[in-house]
């Protein structure tokens, strides 16, 4: 018994999530910061994520499938702390203190200019395009993860990709 119980389950939740966090915790909140532009709040969300799933370590059919698990918990996360936001901003008004500005060095100030305009122009998408780009661009995902992240079909992801594309081309040919 003890041996079928270990093929069906070779790692704990504590030893897997451990090697998950290790390997894969950087990039999910550096996702995180790309949907949230918030490192903080990124950060919470994908520790909430590793939390699901050593809580729910046991009831993972495929231990392979761990990693999509943690991104769609991700991206689910953070979808609830826009939702979150976007009550909150309306309620409450926002003091311009919370406005950062940073002022750039001579070198690469051009390149870190034209960041910026990018991340502010997918700050600008809607949230289904913004994360259909991040997720494809940055993440570098197939269509089939990303569908599984997003929780839609990859007709669907393309359709979001390319409407997302349109619009970034679009604001940044119209940005000052």
């Known amino acids: 018994m003890v041996g079928e119980a270990a093929l069906e389950e070779p790692w704990s939740a504590d030893e897997a999530v451990t090697m998950l966090f290790s390997a894969h ?14 490192e903080p709040l990124a950060e919470d969300v ?27 918990s991700v991206v689910n996360g953070a979808r609830s702390a826009l939702r979150k936001r976007g009550v909150a901003d309306r309620y409450v008004a926002r003091s311009s203190a919370d406005e950062r500005t940073v002022a750039s060095a001579e070198t690469g100030a051009l390149s870190l200019l034209r960041h910026r305009e990018i991340l502010e122009a997918v700050r600008r998408l809607p949230a289904r395009q913004r994360e259909a780009i991040v ?14 992240a997003m929780g839609v079909s990859r007709g669907a992801v393309k359709s979001h990709a390319a409407r997302g594309m349109a619009a970034l081309r679009e604001i940044l040919e119209h940005a000052p």
């Open 135 to 148: 997720l494809r661009y940055y993440a570098e995902l197939s269509e089939a993860e990303i569908a599984d």
């Open 25 to 38: 915790y950087r990039g999910l909140v550096r996702l995180a910061v790309l949907l949230l532009h918030e």
């Open 46 to 72: 994908v520790q909430d994520a590793y939390v699901a799933l050593h809580r729910h370590w046991w009831r993972l059919r495929d231990a392979d499938k761990a990693l999509a698990y943690l991104r769609t």
